[in-house]
């Protein structure tokens, strides 16, 4: 990981240059999580994954494994991009 962006492999073996939105911890599952976006990707598609913050920049993502998981980066994500606009809006 380099600052906000982030190369991921994908399934065919492809680089993908991503932007990182946001990254969390959660007490809950004992888990860091990683919210990103594929840089130049006109759809606006987030995607999630759990790392180990000791791994450094070349760590591996995980899958999110359970609804519960998955519930848990929903929330933290809508709750981000929330305060995100109050913050636009408040410059504006």
Sequence with gaps: MNDDILVV???LG????????MTFE?????KSYL???????????????SFNPEDG????LYQI????????????LENFLEDEEEKEE???
Excluded: M
């Excluded at 959660?26 to 004992?30: A, I, L, M, V």
């Excluded at 920049?57 to 591996?60: A, I, N």
């Design 9 to 11: 492999t994908d399934e």
């Design 14 to 21: 492809e680089e993908l240059e991503c932007i990182i939105i």
């Design 26 to 30: 959660s007490e809950e599952f004992d």
């Design 35 to 49: 919210v990103y976006q594929i840089k130049g990707d006109e759809t606006g598609e987030f995607f999630a994954a």
């Design 57 to 60: 920049d070349e760590g591996q």
């Design 65 to 76: 494994e359970t609804d519960e998981e998955w519930d848990l980066v929903e929330e933290v």
């Design 90 to 92: 408040e410059k504006n």
